[in-house]
């Protein structure tokens, strides 16, 4: 059963001359429990839609569309009833943990904030709760650090209040913004361990939101492969693994590392700005398959096999094999 639908949904900014499209016609959606990935380079637009699916867009940006959730679209509704929305039925996690809790407030009282403001609970009600969430989270000794600054954690522990404050009202979807940013590897792969256990005890669903490929195949059900604010692949995790069929999805495969000795294959050249996008279809420029009909329209996302949506003209020439 899908808990939130994305249909037609672009993103825009104001400029001195009309509006700057960012993110053009996005079409997905996330089941319930499900665990959906976003993936692609830096300035693709994955951020970009999920502030829009928080309504916590720049000042300066505005979208149409529709962002279903059970029924409302989101962006029909006035912000009071936005604000009843974030934090309690879907929450996120942002990309930079010690820049998005406030500094000069102690962890406990940031936690204890969204129980309050969501849940009604009384100062002492919230701050028992706080501390069981900070043990949910693996933070040891809660009742100490509840009265410490975000200074005073690691990184890791900071992102791990991040996600206290996430999951304190049980939202039904959690938007995890590149939430290994800036952690080590050991690390990294605690906190997407805890946010998978956390996802079955809780049964909630999941936008992850990354650049690494890698992240996604050990972590989604279901991904999509975003790109100059496209969507350029979507399709079961498994699939888009074993059979990937845009060029862009292969590039991202590539540019794994693979068994030691063989060299890395980067993508040549780098996302364009969106006012000097290339015509026809956006990867055209960096696209070794590229032939001259790629340039004179954009393909739209069609479905190749049962589940499997590519944007490309010559997707079903395409045979390609991941070397390992």
């Known amino acids: 059963m899908s808990l939130i639908k994305i249909r037609d949904l672009n993103i825009y900014f104001r400029t001195n001359k009309k509006p700057l499209n960012v993110v053009s016609n996005l079409d997905f959606e996330i089941k319930e429990a499900e665990v959906f990935g ?59 943990p010690m820049t998005s809790l406030n500094p000069v407030l102690t962890v406990g009282y940031q936690i204890a904030e969204v129980l309050q403001t969501h849940m009604g609970l009384s100062r002492k009600e919230s701050m028992f709760k706080t501390i069981d969430l900070l043990r949910a989270v693996k933070i040891p000794s809660p009742e100490v650090r509840i009265k410490e600054h975000p200074h005073q954690m690691s990184g890791g522990m900071r992102q791990r209040v991040m996600i206290a404050i996430a999951i304190a009202c049980n939202p039904s979807l959690l938007i995890a913004d590149e939430p290994t940013t800036a952690l080590d590897v050991t690390i990294q792969a605690q906190i997407l361990e805890l946010l998978s256990n956390l996802r079955e005890q809780r049964n909630m669903a999941i936008l992850l939101i990354t650049h690494d490929i890698g992240v996604i195949a050990e972590n989604a059900d279901m991904a999509a492969v975003m790109y100059a604010g496209r969507i350029m692949e979507t399709s079961r995790v498994f699939n888009l693994l074993e059979h990937p069929k845009h060029p862009y999805t292969i590039g991202l495969l590539e540019s794994l590392p693979k068994r030691k000795g063989l060299p890395l294959k980067p993508i040549p050249g780098s996302v364009p700005k969106p006012d000097s996008l290339p015509p026809g279809c956006k990867f055209s420029d960096r696209c070794r398959y590229m032939i001259p009909d790629c340039q004179k329209e954009e393909p739209f996302l069609r479905e190749i096999i049962p589940g499997q949506f590519v944007k490309c003209i010559r997707a079903e020439e395409i045979k390609w094999e991941l070397l390992t």
């Open 38 to 96: 976003l993936v692609g380079e830096s300035g693709c637009g994955k951020s970009l839609t999920a502030l829009s699916i928080m309504g916590i867009l720049p000042h300066n940006a505005f979208a149409e569309g529709e962002i279903i959730l059970r029924g409302r679209n989101l962006l029909n509704l006035d912000s009071e009833s936005t604000r009843k929305i974030r934090g309690k039925e879907i929450s996120m996690i942002f990309q930079e």
